[in-house]
């Protein structure tokens, strides 16, 4: 994993959860149409200002920030997640309050929408919102909410504007809501008469989603919601804002996880089915004691219902296998190994080589000898270990290096003086492609990595590490990808920073794995910290953090051809056991990054639906 390092800038950030639109017109018609007779009111305003969604505070930071620490010796302090009254914060697709009873999400009137009916002509944003032309029946603009999301009695309301023109047409508004699957059940009870409007002014609308069979609360499938003209209108229709308050049986299945008090399901069988490459968790052994793989059983079936590949977080580094010169202790990690393989599950091998202090063993630090002397020993060690664990069958890939390059900018170079390695070995860098050439000459089938974090930012470092790769490639130095840890927060790096680094090891023809995934909720190297901390994991915050991991998987699918990839591996499963909680100094030992798929109790978070979406090719939302 990484250390604190350099301070970066950062945009501005936005919270998300409905879906950008797809293309034409809905399958709103009468033929789906029930006989609810589902409430509608309206009240008109005076003001004729654009109605606002609320843009308060957006609680991840819009200053400044640096990438983040890593690898603590190990993982263990538990994340507390606290129920949250407050109210959305954020002019963003679909944020989220949550009251006693309910939970309020307000709809992105920025984007997403397109026309809907026949002949449409699109819809325009722009300050005020969302408008489109009514130019005949049907017409109008709707917007899809993504699974999993139960609508049945909820409230949508609108905030409406109409022109003078579609006044004077005695045109009405129909506010619509259809489920996008099945037999596309919809509800058309809704009605907001001509009566209602003032050209001009504003115009609250309310629609209560009651289908007659109940079939709103379904997850399997999104939901488009919006509004048509009805009649033989003319003029323009400006959506101004969308609130969706959802009943409270429905409220559960919004973002919640189960530390609050309902238990939300991402509907997700098995993420490592929709995918053709590894998808994997890091886990402990007995270096993790209560969230031991083979001992817990709450990990054991996360692990077992996801994931096709386990990385251990520490028990196959140096110092744990190698503790003094030639004695080898491989029980612990064969457990780990033999467990995995008991139950169909293969080994990405983490680290054979890493300067990181603690896992030094004390004879190589203390190292006396030749440098010559000492690379036969790194050699002996990633020899005896590859070796060993090839027998196994299911170890099958190696992170050979981690973390040789430092965070120099403008420049970046190998660590010198804080590697042992660099040092001991004549003040040389040599001891990496001695490392590869023993691992491949030891196990020619196992996939062999280079492993660094902050190279997701596409910075000096990660400039450094492509003419490495180039040299290797030149002297024929045997290596097949490279290891993006990518430990990120939910503002930074940008998704068009990965991408470019990605592509960079995709153009030398090499293998990308992403090998210690998490996306934490704060980020205390922004310039606005303490003051934007966050300390309640609220549902606002979650979809965000669905939304980021959907990004970022979709990135890696968008940039990394089938061929070239080695997979993604998160850094852990439950929130109750990250390394960030301790490992990051400004955290003051506070449970507050919330990084992972699963909540303190196991129970799915909306970010597992998120990374599942990414596979998935969905929109992000």
Same mark, same amino acid.
Request: charged share 15%.
């Given at each position: 994993?990484?250390? @604190?390092?350099?301070?970066?800038?950062?945009?501005?950030?936005?919270?998300?959860?409905?879906?950008?639109?797809?293309?034409?017109?809905?399958?709103?018609? &009468?033929?789906?149409? &029930?006989?609810?007779? =589902?409430?509608?009111?309206?009240?008109n305003?005076?003001?004729?200002?654009?109605?606002?969604?609320?843009?308060?505070?957006?609680?991840?930071?819009?200053?400044?920030?640096?990438?983040?620490?890593?690898?603590?010796?190990?993982? *263990?302090?538990?994340?507390?997640?606290?129920?949250?009254?407050?109210?959305?914060?954020?002019?963003?697709?679909?944020?989220?309050?949550?009251?006693?009873?309910?939970?309020?999400?307000?709809?992105?009137?920025?984007?997403?929408?397109?026309?809907?009916? /026949?002949?449409?002509?699109?819809?325009?944003?722009?300050?005020?919102?969302? #408008?489109?032309?009514?130019?005949?029946?049907?017409?109008?603009?709707? /917007?899809?909410?993504?699974?999993?999301?139960?609508?049945e009695?909820?409230?949508?309301?609108?905030?409406?504007?109409? #022109?003078?023109?579609?006044?004077?047409?005695?045109?009405?508004?129909?506010?619509?809501?259809?489920?996008?699957?099945?037999?596309?059940?919809?509800?058309?009870?809704?009605?907001?008469?001509?009566?209602?409007?003032?050209?001009?002014?504003?115009?609250?609308?309310?629609?209560?989603?009651?289908?007659?069979?109940?079939?709103?609360?379904?997850?399997?499938f999104?939901?488009?919601?919006?509004?048509?003209?009805?009649?033989?209108? /003319?003029?323009?229709?400006?959506?101004?804002?969308?609130?969706?308050?959802?009943?409270?049986?429905?409220?559960s299945?919004?973002?919640?996880?189960?530390?609050?008090? #309902?238990?939300?399901?991402?509907?997700?069988?098995?993420?490592?089915?929709?995918?053709?490459?590894? *998808?994997?968790? =890091?886990?402990?052994?007995?270096?993790?004691?209560?969230?031991?793989?083979?001992?817990?059983?709450?990990?054991?079936?996360?692990?077992?219902?996801?994931?096709?590949?386990?990385?251990?977080?520490?028990?196959?580094?140096?110092?744990?296998l190698? $503790?003094?010169?030639?004695?080898?202790?491989?029980?612990n990690?064969?457990?780990?190994?033999?467990?995995?393989?008991?139950?169909?599950?293969?080994?990405?091998?983490?680290?054979?080589?890493?300067?990181?202090?603690y896992?030094? $063993?004390?004879?190589?630090?203390?190292?006396?000898?030749?440098?010559?002397?000492?690379?036969?020993?790194?050699?002996?060690?990633?020899?005896?270990?590859?070796?060993?664990?090839?027998?196994?069958?299911?170890?099958?890939?190696?992170?050979?290096?981690?973390?040789?390059?430092?965070?120099?900018? $403008?420049?970046? &170079?190998?660590?010198?003086?804080?590697?042992?390695?660099?040092?001991?070995?004549?003040?040389?860098?040599?001891?990496?492609?001695?490392?590869?050439?023993?691992?491949?000459?030891?196990?020619?089938s196992?996939?062999?990595?280079?492993?660094?974090?902050?190279?997701?930012?596409?910075?000096?470092?990660?400039?450094?590490?492509?003419?490495?790769?180039?040299?290797?490639?030149?002297?024929?130095?045997?290596?097949?990808? @490279?290891?993006?840890?990518?430990?990120?927060?939910?503002?930074?790096?940008?998704?068009?920073?990965?991408?470019?680094?990605?592509k960079?090891?995709?153009?030398?023809?090499?293998?990308?794995?992403?090998?210690?995934?998490?996306?934490?909720?704060?980020?205390?190297?922004?310039?606005g910290?303490?003051?934007?901390?966050?300390?309640?994991?609220?549902?606002?915050v979650?979809?965000?953090?669905?939304?980021?991991?959907?990004?970022?998987?979709?990135?890696?699918?968008?940039?990394? $051809?089938?061929?070239?990839?080695?997979?993604?591996?998160?850094?852990?499963?439950?929130?109750?056991? /990250?390394?960030?909680?301790?490992?990051?100094?400004?955290?003051?030992?506070?449970?507050?990054?919330?990084?992972?798929?699963?909540d303190?109790?196991?129970?799915?978070?909306?970010?597992?639906?998120?990374?599942?979406?990414?596979?998935?090719?969905?929109a992000?939302?």
């Amino acid at each position: 994993m990484q250390q @604190v390092h350099q301070f970066l800038s950062i945009g501005l950030f936005t919270l998300v959860l409905s879906a950008c639109g797809g293309s034409g017109g809905g399958d709103n018609n &009468n033929s789906s149409a &029930n006989n609810s007779s =589902a409430n509608t009111s309206a009240t008109n305003s005076s003001s004729s200002a654009p109605a606002s969604i609320a843009a308060s505070s957006v609680e991840p930071s819009s200053t400044p920030a640096s990438s983040i620490a890593s690898e603590a010796a190990s993982s *263990i302090a538990p994340s507390s997640v606290a129920a949250s009254s407050e109210p959305a914060s954020s002019s963003a697709p679909a944020s989220s309050s949550s009251a006693a009873s309910a939970t309020v999400l307000t709809l992105d009137m920025t984007s997403g929408w397109r026309g809907n009916g /026949t002949g449409n002509s699109g819809v325009t944003l722009n300050s005020d919102g969302v #408008s489109f032309t009514a130019s005949g029946d049907n017409i109008g603009a709707v /917007t899809d909410m993504l699974k999993p999301i139960q609508l049945e009695d909820a409230i949508i309301t609108m905030v409406v504007n109409v #022109s003078s023109e579609f006044k004077a047409s005695g045109a009405s508004l129909q506010p619509i809501v259809q489920i996008k699957g099945g037999s596309y059940p919809g509800e058309w009870g809704c009605w907001a008469g001509n009566e209602l409007f003032t050209a001009g002014e504003d115009a609250t609308i309310s629609c209560t989603v009651t289908e007659g069979d109940k079939k709103f609360n379904q997850t399997e499938f999104d939901v488009q919601v919006g509004v048509q003209a009805k009649g033989t209108p /003319t003029g323009v229709v400006t959506i101004k804002s969308v609130t969706v308050t959802l009943a409270p049986a429905a409220s559960s299945s919004s973002a919640q996880s189960s530390s609050t008090g #309902s238990v939300y399901s991402a509907n997700v069988t098995r993420l490592q089915a929709l995918a053709a490459f590894p *998808i994997g968790a =890091a886990v402990t052994n007995n270096d993790g004691p209560s969230f031991n793989i083979v001992t817990n059983t709450s990990e054991q079936a996360v692990v077992e219902k996801h994931f096709g590949e386990m990385t251990a977080g520490n028990i196959m580094k140096m110092s744990y296998l190698q $503790p003094s010169n030639g004695n080898f202790t491989f029980t612990n990690a064969d457990t780990f190994v033999d467990y995995a393989k008991d139950n169909n599950i293969n080994v990405h091998g983490h680290a054979l080589v890493w300067h990181s202090d603690y896992q030094v $063993p004390n004879f190589m630090k203390n190292w006396s000898g030749s440098a010559a002397d000492f690379i036969a020993e790194v050699e002996d060690h990633v020899t005896q270990v590859v070796t060993h664990f090839k027998a196994k069958g299911n170890v099958v890939s190696w992170d050979v290096v981690n973390e040789a390059i430092n965070d120099g900018s $403008p420049v970046a &170079n190998f660590r010198t003086t804080d590697s042992t390695f660099y040092v001991k070995s004549g003040n040389s860098s040599i001891y990496i492609e001695k490392a590869f050439q023993a691992a491949r000459a030891a196990d020619p089938s196992a996939i062999l990595y280079y492993n660094d974090y902050n190279i997701d930012q596409n910075n000096a470092k990660t400039t450094k590490m492509i003419e490495m790769l180039t040299d290797f490639q030149t002297r024929s130095i045997p290596i097949d990808g @490279v290891g993006f840890q990518m430990h990120v927060f939910m503002d930074y790096p940008s998704i068009a920073s990965i991408s470019a680094a990605m592509k960079k090891v995709v153009d030398k023809g090499l293998k990308v794995k992403i090998t210690e995934l998490d996306v934490a909720v704060n980020n205390p190297y922004s310039g606005g910290w303490p003051g934007n901390k966050i300390t309640s994991f609220t549902n606002t915050v979650a979809l965000a953090q669905k939304k980021r991991y959907c990004e970022i998987v979709k990135a890696y699918m968008d940039t990394v $051809p089938a061929a070239q990839r080695g997979g993604i591996s998160v850094w852990g499963t439950t929130d109750a056991n /990250t390394w960030l909680t301790t490992a990051t100094a400004a955290y003051n030992g506070e449970a507050i990054a919330w990084p992972l798929l699963f909540d303190n109790n196991y129970n799915d978070k909306p970010a597992l639906r998120g990374f599942a979406d990414g596979l998935e090719g969905t929109a992000c939302n």
